[in-house]
């Protein structure tokens, strides 16, 4: 007898869809092909796609500090609602999540308390040297987080020195929120009291390309790999696009959804991130990448924050919008309008993650692989409205928006966790495996 069976269904497998059952039982993949067996649960999974789990490689979910905003239980309630079934989560917390014994306390604060999976970022400061040499056999941990120009949170690490000795004593993929913090400081005279369309003019691009060609000078200079997050600039896209091999970088779908100046008007300080949402031009650019698979990741950036901050009179607003929820039907809805193919946006959400982090037995439908699945309807309409988002922020920038195609069902170590919006079951998750 089979713990489930998921029949039916076109699944995703080595690149293109075929229509076959899946047996499953102890949370893994048994059997690919026709199944006959019976099973305790069987999905008919007819007209829908059964993709591998969806991974989110950039999700802040505030706890410890900022349990008002957020926690590891509410941030994983809002993953597995939007299909994702494993979370990479920051450590830009209070305090932040630096040393091996804080790192030890985030992960007993998941402990069945999180639906989906999850690993935690190891927090770069100038003077953790030491434990970032050391974190190779580091249960649940998926890399170095370096903030090289100043967001949400005290991590900081500007200095070109400091900067350094992180890649230098780097064990672990080091991902960068990759700002110039010199240039931050200069520009902050740029700042308008009150209007948020000044925001993309401090951050400016000057600032993050400046950052990105330092951070991959340095990273090349000690032969380590770097990620770097939410890529927003056209220079960007075109110096990383001669820079592959062990520089690898992630875009946002809230940078290929709005742009400026109309999502300032619309949204105000809703629409304010770091870094920001910037004109058309760069917005084209990053489809550009997309379409030319140049890039590498789509990580959401969850990143709530409550109404009553974000309605703060501008600069005194947090940065920072929600996304876990919305990352799949954001993207799903691209697919649909052909911006990019489902080959493109599983190698981004699945596959890529599996190999720049080293994931183990997730990414892919295999045999022996982890039974995680986000099942799609491509073909269901929804609009997206603040009452249903899972996050304790309760609001989305796509509220109101409608998008043409959504997961149906997270299924996670073989037991369905959402059906059709409605969570189920207990927190189970556990945290990744790398090798």
């Known amino acids: 007898m089979l713990d489930l069976i998921i029949k039916n269904?076109?699944?995703?497998?080595?690149?293109?869809?075929?229509?076959?059952?899946?047996?499953?039982?102890?949370?893994?993949?048994?059997?690919?092909?026709?199944i006959s067996n019976g099973?305790?649960?069987?999905?008919?999974?007819?007209?829908?796609?059964?993709?591998?789990?969806?991974?989110?490689?950039?999700?802040?979910?505030?706890?410890?500090?900022?349990?008002?905003?957020?926690?590891?239980?509410?941030?994983?309630?809002?993953?597995?609602?939007?299909?994702?079934?494993?979370?990479?989560?920051?450590?830009?917390?209070?305090?932040?999540?630096?040393?091996?014994?804080?790192?030890?306390?985030?992960?007993?604060?998941?402990?069945?308390?999180?639906?989906?999976?999850?690993?935690?970022?190891?927090?770069a400061t100038a003077d953790n040297a030491n434990e970032l040499a050391d974190l190779k056999d580091l249960e649940g941990c998926c890399g170095i987080k370096l903030f090289a120009g100043s967001s949400t949170g005290n991590l900081l690490v500007a200095d070109e020195k400091d900067i350094e000795t992180v890649f230098q004593n780097s064990s672990k993929v080091v991902a960068v929120h990759s700002e110039d913090e010199e240039i931050l400081n200069l520009n902050k005279k740029l700042v308008k009291d009150g209007d948020v369309h000044s925001h993309p003019i401090w951050r400016s691009e000057e600032c993050a390309i400046s950052s990105?060609?330092?951070?991959?000078?340095?990273?090349?200079?000690?032969?380590?790999?770097?990620?770097?997050?939410?890529?927003?600039?056209?220079?960007?896209?075109?110096?990383?696009?001669?820079?592959?091999?062990?520089?690898?970088?992630?875009?946002t779908p809230q940078h290929l959804t709005i742009y400026a100046p109309d999502c300032y008007d619309k949204l105000g300080t809703y629409a304010?991130?770091?870094?920001?949402?910037?004109?058309?031009?760069?917005?084209?650019?990053?489809?550009?990448?997309?379409?030319?698979?140049?890039?590498?990741?789509?990580?959401?950036?969850?990143?709530?924050?409550l109404k009553v901050n974000k309605d703060k009179k501008y600069p005194n607003s947090p940065s920072g919008m929600p996304g876990v929820q919305t990352l799949m039907p954001v993207m799903l809805n691209h697919v649909n309008e052909s911006k990019l193919s489902l080959n493109q946006l599983i190698k981004l959400v699945c596959e890529n993650p599996v190999k720049i982090?080293?994931?183990?037995?997730?990414?892919?439908?295999?045999?022996?692989?982890?039974?995680?699945?986000?099942?799609?309807?491509?073909?269901?309409?929804?609009?997206?409205?603040?009452?249903?988002?899972?996050?304790?922020?309760?609001w989305s920038p796509f509220h109101g928006h409608e998008f043409k195609g959504t997961p149906v069902f997270t299924i996670i170590a073989g037991k369905v966790k959402m059906q059709d919006g409605k969570i189920l079951g207990e927190p189970e998750g556990t945290p990744l495996k790398f090798s």
């Open 9 to 34: 269904g076109q699944c995703y497998i080595n690149g293109e869809l075929k229509t076959v059952d899946l047996a499953i039982n102890d949370g893994k993949i048994l059997n690919i092909g026709k």
């Open 39 to 123: 099973a305790k649960n069987i999905i008919d999974a007819k007209d829908l796609l059964v993709l591998p789990g969806c991974i989110d490689t950039q999700t802040h979910f505030r706890e410890p500090g900022s349990t008002d905003t957020e926690d590891l239980h509410s941030g994983s309630r809002a993953a597995i609602a939007g299909g994702i079934t494993a979370v990479f989560e920051m450590p830009n917390t209070n305090p932040p999540t630096s040393t091996k014994k804080e790192f030890q306390k985030k992960l007993n604060l998941a402990k069945k308390r999180m639906y989906c999976n999850y690993a935690f970022y190891f927090g």
């Open 212 to 251: 990105t060609r330092r951070i991959v000078k340095i990273a090349e200079r000690y032969n380590k790999r770097a990620h770097v997050l939410h890529i927003t600039t056209k220079q960007e896209i075109d110096f990383l696009s001669q820079h592959k091999g062990n520089i690898t970088f992630e875009i």
């Open 272 to 305: 304010q991130m770091n870094p920001p949402i910037r004109d058309k031009s760069h917005y084209d650019r990053l489809w550009y990448a997309v379409k030319n698979n140049l890039n590498d990741t789509i990580g959401s950036d969850h990143a709530p924050h």
């Open 357 to 394: 982090f080293g994931i183990k037995n997730k990414g892919f439908i295999k045999e022996g692989f982890d039974a995680d699945f986000t099942i799609v309807n491509m073909n269901k309409n929804i609009v997206i409205k603040n009452e249903n988002i899972e996050s304790k922020c309760g």
